[in-house]
């Protein structure tokens, strides 16, 4: 059972990680909204605090994969609310 962090905005950024761990790939947040049906700019905002919990990795400006601790937490291994915030 997944156990996301009072920070999670669900089911959005379980969604947007969902993504980015089935394919693989690493994404634009245009792709992923026209995934998920939300807007670039919704997806966007998500991933800033994903990246910033190490959920997500910002691999160039306006690219996204998935991070380790992501499909830890996808899996139910990995308790969201332990994660802190990068600075």
């Known amino acids: 059972m997944r156990r996301p962090g009072e920070w999670m905005q669900l089911p959005t950024d379980e969604r947007i990680l969902e993504i980015l761990h089935s394919s693989g790939l690493i994404l634009s947040p245009s792709v992923i909204g026209k995934n998920i049906d939300k807007s670039r700019e919704q997806i966007n905002r998500r991933l800033s605090v994903l ?37």
């Open 51 to 87: 990246v910033e919990y190490g959920l997500a990795v910002q691999v160039e400006r306006g690219y996204y994969e998935i991070d380790t601790d992501s499909v830890r937490y996808l899996e139910g291994d990995l308790d969201a609310d332990s994660l802190e915030a990068n600075e």
